[in-house]
T-cell receptor
Framework: DTEVTQTPKHLVMGMTNKKSLKCEQH?????MYWYKQKAKKPPELMFV???????INESVPSRFSPECPNSSLLNLHLHALQPEDSALYLC???????????????FGPGTRLTVL | DQQVKQNSPSLSVQEGRISILNCDYT??????FLWYKKYPAEGPTFLIS?????DKNEDGRFTVFLNKSAKHLSLHIVPSQPGDSAVYFC????????????FGKGTHLIIQP
């Protein structure tokens, strides 16, 4: 089983709203990722969590706030977003070896976010 | 600075023939390479990967070739089927992958009946 689930599938929010995106995997993976994909562009890395600790933040604005409450869940809290933040938000997970190396990343279906 | 390049935005191939998708990279630290298939508004689906210690990996109809000296990899699909029509992304990681993946811009493969 290589399933990563994401909810909601679609989200429309205003610039003053607060919302959260959720991601879940039950593969025992200890590395989890958030990517952002704009139309006709490749996915771009936002955050990496290793062993539930934030290891990489690719200079993402503070209106995006990630959270990893346990080894199976990854959230992305959204607040005061801008229309240009509208995109497909993808979650991924991968194994971590004892040496901290990762394996293949498996992606969820994504959340299509529209900011009005 | 684009570290992973897919220079063909689209490729049209007849059903049953071979599809060859190309990818070039510039970062010598990349040591793990992957190909993903993607449909619109869906997440990328993993197809096949290759470590920098190998030069070929095969899985069914899919074969990936890596030429480290040329910093080039390619994905061969034989025979091509209508269901293969999708956008294919080449991705790379360095240092064990804990830094996340760097993607190319993708190649839209169209299989003609």
């Amino acid at each position: 089983d290589t399933e990563v689930t994401q909810t909601p599938k679609h989200l429309v929010m205003g610039m003053t709203n607060k919302k959260s995106l959720k991601c879940e995997q039950h593969m025992g993976h200890r590395a989890m990722y958030w990517y952002k994909q704009k139309a006709k562009k490749p996915p771009e890395l936002m955050f990496v969590y290793s062993y539930e600790k934030l290891s990489i933040n690719e200079s993402v604005p503070s209106r995006f706030s990630p959270e990893c409450p346990n080894s199976s869940l990854l959230n992305l809290h959204l607040h005061a977003l801008q229309p240009e933040d509208s995109a497909l938000y993808l979650c991924a997970s991968s194994r971590l070896t004892e040496g901290g190396l990762t394996d293949t990343q498996y992606f969820g279906p994504g959340t299509r976010l529209t900011v009005l | 600075d684009q570290q992973v390049k897919q220079n063909s935005p689209s490729l049209s191939v007849q059903e049953g023939r071979i599809s060859i998708l190309n990818c070039d990279y510039t970062n010598s630290m990349f040591d793990y390479f992957l190909w993903y298939k993607k449909y619109p508004a869906e997440g990328p689906t993993f197809l096949i990967s290759i470590s920098s210690i190998k030069d070929k990996n095969e899985d069914g109809r899919f074969t990936v070739f890596l030429n480290k000296s040329a910093k080039h990899l390619s994905l061969h699909i034989v025979p091509s089927q209508p269901g293969d029509s999708a956008v294919y992304f080449c991705a790379a990681s360095a240092g064990g992958g804990a830094d996340g993946l760097t993607f190319g811009k993708g190649t839209h493969l169209i299989i003609q009946p």
